[in-house]
Each structure stands twice: as C-alpha cells, then as structure tokens.
C-alpha cells in the first residue's frame, strides 16, 4: 500500500500519514466487508428471497397496490447512480485529486458562487450555520507536506487515467502532456494555496480575486 510505503520510510514520514493511513485502513475494512456480502451466493440468495416475500405479501394487499411501482422507481434510480458514479467519486468526492491542497482550491472556488446566494440557495456546507467550522478548516495553519500532497495527488491522477482512459477529454486536460506523477510534482510545488494569507485573501474579495488569482 502507497501510504504503509511510505510511512515506513521514516518516522516523520509516519507522523505525516497516520491519519491519512489510518482512514484508509478503516476505508478497506469496511468494503471489504460489503463486498464479502456481495459475493457470497448464499446470502444474496437469501436477501432475494426476502425481498420476493415481502414484495408477494404487499401484491396480496389491494391497500398496498401503490408500493409495487416502488421496486421499478428503485430500480431506475440505482442504474442512474451507476451509470454517474465513476465520474462522481473521481470528481465530487475528490478520488482523483487526493490531498489537502485540492480541498481548499474547490472550497474557495466554492465559496466564490455560495456566499453571495441568499443562505436557503447555498449548498449545505456554505449556509450561515456551517460556515464558521469551513473558515477554521480552510484557514487552519496545519502544515501542508510537498511530499506527501504529491504521492496522494500523483497516485490519485493516475487512478484517474486507469478509470476513465487516457484518451478521455478531461484526462488529457488536467495532465496537460504530463505523466500523473509529474503533473502532481509541478502543480503542488507551483501552488501558492499553502499560504493561508492568501486564501483568506481570495475568500474574502470573491470571484473577482479567483478569476484573477495566479495559484499556481
């Protein structure tokens, strides 16, 4: 594992990923987990059985004749989120662009459309009553590791080219004709995000400071 690597590569080195390594570790148990549900036939095979009873019971209730289109909405539903999911988790969940620095460029670009909404229209994490817990996060004088930012963002960037093809429009855009190690190394040591200086700078002046910003 990337972080178990590394982290044994010296006891700072240790200090740096521990709780990047420990939410991994904690990540893979609990996949590993469902998926053991998942490919054990004898239990999907129960669940099925479970799920045709109680859709048997409900078809036998005129009262519940409502319920059954449930199990067809349901079904369209999930096949929505797979057909979204792959682009989803690389993108809105970040797994393409592991590391603190990716965090805080999406939090200010963010901020820059959400905080002039009226606070009912701002995304959940912008409105009044979080905001004071987004600034001490995104303010936070936590230091922020080169070495480390540029194995996370390298080894994610190159998840990114696996999943989705190095062909793919968005791939090519964001390595730039770079490889994902070397786009990782020139974006995090190029960046001027580490100073929170400036992020309080761009929070504070809105769109106009981050469309003008040279970050990088």
């Known amino acids: 594992m990337l972080l178990s690597a590394y982290s044994a590569r010296s006891t700072e080195n240790a200090r740096r990923a521990k709780d990047d390594l420990y939410g991994a570790q904690n990540s893979r148990k ?25 859709r048997n019971a409900l078809q036998a209730r005129p009262e519940f004749a409502d319920t059954i289109p449930a199990w067809d909405q349901i079904g369209q539903a999930e096949k929505t989120i ?12 970040g797994l393409a662009f592991r590391g603190d620095l990716f965090a805080i460029a999406r939090t200010l670009v963010r901020a820059a459309a959400e ?4 606070n009912a229209e701002r995304l959940r994490e912008f409105g009044e009553a979080g905001l004071e817990s987004l600034e001490f996060q995104l303010f936070s004088e936590k230091p922020i590791y080169d070495d480390l930012e540029m194995l996370l963002l390298g080894d994610s960037l190159s998840r990114m080219a696996c999943q989705l093809g190095s062909s793919d429009t968005l791939v090519r855009k964001i390595l730039a004709g770079q490889s994902p190690r070397q786009r990782a190394a020139s974006l995090v040591q ?27």
């Open 30 to 54: 609990a996949r590993e987990g469902i998926l053991a549900g998942l490919l054990d036939p004898a239990f999907m095979a129960r669940k099925r059985a479970e799920e045709q009873q109680l």
């Open 190 to 216: 190029e960046t001027r995000l580490k100073s929170v200086a400036l992020r309080r700078q761009l929070y504070q002046e809105g769109q106009s400071a981050i469309d003008a910003a040279p970050i990088r």
């Open 115 to 118: 905080r002039p909404k009226p």
């Open 82 to 93: 797979t057909d979204h999911a792959l682009p989803y988790n690389l993108l809105e969940r």
